[in-house]
């Protein structure tokens, strides 16, 4: 036999149910219905018996149709007290009857679970903030050989099979002999090794891609948003499920699961309702920093932020659980910024404020992530597929006060551990004196040029400025500096005119050499301009020149420049007429040429010159 797809709408007087048997037998079909039983059968099809969340009556108005091209039967069942809202109708697995039970009614073994401790849950008044049972070693010292671990803290041993896998799945090595606290410690330890200060820096000073991605908004915030604009009508009561649609690959998954029953004390309903809240936050992040789009990193992603799932950890307060998933998000993914964590706790209060159909269709998508991937799909079998079964009979009370009970409680950055404000404000200190220095050498060479200009004609004579600038001669050190560094301009400058070439065939110099002394004629006319007489300068630099010439101890090298000098001193007695046309018309190679040459002028005793 085959069990149908089906699916259960309603509306204030009608229970409608909806049954896909396509190519069955639409001549022989049985329906059978009554109080809250309702059972089908069309071959191959055979829905076995539903619990119906309220009482259902035949009184004339029930009607049954199938329509051919779709092949689906259509059956509408009045409701036996007119307006009354039927609520979890989407929790299909939930009204699928337990398998080898012949009525909706529990077995002997889960009377105590459906009756006792279902009273007690609702006697009860959680806080949520307060650990309710303190958590003692020596109670876990009693279990025999191994320790516990699951959903529920139900399982044990399982890893003990799978070593192989165990690396891939999860951190904790050997957890069946590792005992809780010994988990948390070792937890607590591999993130400290883990947390790097430059990547969390870096994101925190460039998070224009974090930025980005807070932007996005999954399903669930449209859905909160409509929630939240109906509340306000009170003819009629609204359950999530109005704002939240699962798909027909959710529904066939729901179908597929077995309906069971899960005997959870006090003490593991309260671990099992914080490991819920771990791994919302888990999956918010994972949904946020991808934009709802899944790659090969999601489910990684989504066991590694949860220490739940991670370092198959039991929680004893909503603190803990936010405090352990801050720490994981700066220590593991690649973005990580406490913006993340403070969006990932609001999208997981508004699913929780959504009812258990937005937390059953996160957990569903949880459970295909886990099942596409290899070795994942152990942590189904460890907690999301008994959390996709436990969710549909929780009562809605409980999640609405886990909501307000998470949406009260803080998380700050000095609660993480990381001393991440101090890291913070020294990386500001750090970014304020790179700007100020930065700034102050801007501004040195904005206003290096213009010192120079005022103070220096070129580079070249830097040490002649600084004696023009200062315009005295009484400090004698800076005087023969400045004496110095003439020396050698005028050493260069006569060097360069000794290894050249004086003259070309026609008696004129060569073009190297002409070039050379253009470049001394503009730099001779930058020098004439910003002087106001010329004839003073020229007077003073011959003044100089004679003065170096006389200096007893020569620098290295100075000879050949006194040498060339007293060369040019006896052409200059030799040829007293050097400024005049020969016979012939042709110009001297010494004639004074279209451009004035400071050399000629150093070099010449002429004071009319």
Request: a negative charge.
């Amino acid at each position: 036999m085959i069990t149908p797809a089906f699916e259960l709408t309603q509306d204030p007087d009608f229970l409608t149910i909806i049954i896909k048997v396509p190519y069955a037998r639409a001549s022989e079909f049985d329906v059978y219905f009554e109080g809250e039983d309702f059972k089908f059968y069309a071959k191959p099809y055979f829905l076995r018996q539903l619990t119906l969340p309220g009482r259902v009556v035949e009184d004339g108005r029930e009607k049954a149709s199938y329509d051919t091209d779709k092949g689906t039967f259509t059956i509408r069942l009045p409701k036996e007290i007119s307006g009354q809202y039927f609520e979890g109708l989407d929790m299909l697995t939930s009204l699928l009857a337990p398998k080898k039970s012949r009525s909706a009614k529990p077995l002997v073994e889960e009377i105590a679970a459906s009756a006792d401790l279902s009273e007690e849950e609702e006697e009860e008044e959680f806080d949520w903030e307060i650990e309710q049972i303190p958590y003692k070693e020596s109670a876990e010292s009693t279990l025999p050989l191994q320790y516990r671990y699951g959903f529920g803290n139900l399982r044990s041993g399982v890893f003990q099979r799978l070593q192989d896998e165990l690396g891939d799945v999860i951190d904790i090595k050997d957890p069946d002999q590792t005992p809780v606290d010994e988990r948390r410690k070792k937890r607590l330890a591999a993130e400290a090794a883990k947390f790097d200060p430059d990547h969390y820096l870096a994101d925190f000073f460039e998070d224009e891609a974090i930025q980005h991605v807070l932007k996005y908004e999954p399903w669930w915030v449209d859905a909160h948003k409509k929630m939240i604009a109906l509340q306000g009508e009170s003819h009629q009561e609204h359950d999530s499920h109005t704002f939240v649609v699962f798909s027909e690959e959710e529904r066939e998954q729901l179908r597929k699961f077995t309906n069971k029953s899960y005997l959870l004390d006090r003490r593991s309903r309260h671990h099992v309702y914080l490991g819920l809240i771990d791994i919302l936050l888990a999956y918010g992040y994972e949904i946020c920093v991808n934009e709802g789009d899944k790659n090969v990193e999601s489910s990684w992603n989504i066991r590694k932020l949860s220490a739940t799932l991670c370092w198959l950890e039991s929680f004893t307060s909503i603190h803990d659980v936010l405090v352990s998933f801050g720490r994981r998000v700066l220590c593991y993914p690649l973005h990580r910024h406490f913006g993340l964590v403070t969006r990932a706790f609001d999208d997981t209060v508004m699913i929780l404020q959504l009812g258990k159909a937005a937390v059953l269709k996160c957990l569903l998508d949880i459970h295909k992530t886990f099942r596409e991937n290899d070795p994942a799909y152990i942590l189904n079998d460890l907690f999301i597929t008994d959390y996709c079964i436990w969710i549909q009979k929780t009562k809605s009370k409980k999640l609405a006060a886990l909501s307000e009970s998470l949406q009260k409680t803080t998380l700050a950055k000095s609660h993480i551990g990381f001393e991440l404000e101090e890291l913070e404000a020294a990386a500001v200190l750090v970014q304020e004196e790179e700007s100020m220095l930065k700034a102050a050498g801007t501004v040195s060479k904005q206003q290096l040029p213009s010192s120079e200009l005022e103070t220096s004609d070129s580079e070249e004579s830097s040490s002649t400025s600084s004696s023009e600038t200062e315009g005295s001669d009484s400090d004698e050190q800076e005087s023969s500096t400045s004496e110095d560094g003439k020396i050698n301009s005028l050493q260069g400058m006569l060097q360069e005119e000794r290894t050249a070439p004086l003259i070309d065939c026609n008696g004129l110099r060569q073009g190297t050499n002409t070039s050379t002394f253009e470049a001394s004629d503009e730099k001779s006319k930058v020098s004439l301009q910003s002087t106001s007489v010329p004839g003073k300068l020229v007077e003073e630099l011959e003044k100089q020149m004679h003065t170096a010439i006389r200096l007893s101890e020569q620098p290295e090298g100075l000879a050949t420049a006194s040498c060339i000098l007293q060369e040019q001193e006896e052409n200059r007695v030799s040829e007293p007429e050097r400024f005049s046309k020969d016979t012939t018309g042709k110009g001297n190679f010494l004639e004074v040429p279209s451009k004035t040459n400071p050399l000629l002028f150093l070099c010449s005793t002429n004071e009319d010159e």
